[in-house]
């Protein structure tokens, strides 16, 4: 074997054999409190279905492809703090404290805000569980959502990989703003 490949091959161990003693980052644990529906229209509201699976969607792919650990607030007590329609939207604060009994770092506030069917947004703040402060405050167009099953149901999914995406870049510079960010979020 030449000295070249010999040496190749040592960096490939090394390599592979250094990456094993660094454990891998734990997983952000967060919490998604429910959709809240913001209906600026003067169409009937969503069916209450068609705006949960839209937290469903998210929740999933947060757990799965990015790898997050999604801890479920309680339900309750998430109830009975809905003082009006969005009220966690407009107090993180409280979001928070749902959050941190939940055991998470995170809290994600999502608001569907609905002006038509062609002008629909899922709209998300980003709180940090631990003081309550919005880090990020992400938005999503859903345009059609809403208009056929099919299409809704093709919105719903793709709408919740793009804001798990960008969930994940703003904690992600939140915990470091120097740093460019690897994904966690597989495509």
């Given at each position: ?143 059609g959502f809403g208009m056929r099953d099919d299409l809704t149901e093709k919105l719903t999914v793709r709408g919740a990989a793009w804001m798990a995406d960008q969930i ?7 915990l470091s703003p120097d740093v460019t960010p690897a994904r966690r979020c597989k495509a």
């Amino acid at each position: 074997m030449s000295l070249f490949r010999t040496i190749a091959a040592l960096a490939v161990v090394g390599t592979t054999t250094s990456g094993t003693n660094v454990p891998p980052a734990p997983a952000p644990r967060v919490t998604v409190l429910s959709v809240a529906l913001n209906n600026l229209s003067n169409l009937p509201d969503d069916p209450p279905a068609r705006v949960a699976a839209l937290g469903d969607a998210l929740r999933a792919r947060l757990a799965g492809e990015c790898g997050y650990a999604v801890l479920p607030a309680d339900s309750l007590d998430e109830a009975l703090g809905h003082a009006g329609r969005y009220y966690y939207y407009d107090h993180p604060d409280d979001a928070a404290k749902l959050a941190r009994d939940a055991g998470a770092e995170w809290v994600l506030i999502p608001r569907l805000n609905r002006a038509s069917p062609w002008v629909t947004d899922l709209q998300l703040h980003v709180v940090r569980a631990s003081d309550g402060t919005i880090v990020s405050n992400r938005a999503v167009e859903l345009k059609g959502f809403g208009m056929r099953d099919d299409l809704t149901e093709k919105l719903t999914v793709r709408g919740a990989a793009w804001m798990a995406d960008q969930i994940d870049q703003a904690i992600a510079r939140s915990l470091s703003p120097d740093v460019t960010p690897a994904r966690r979020c597989k495509a």
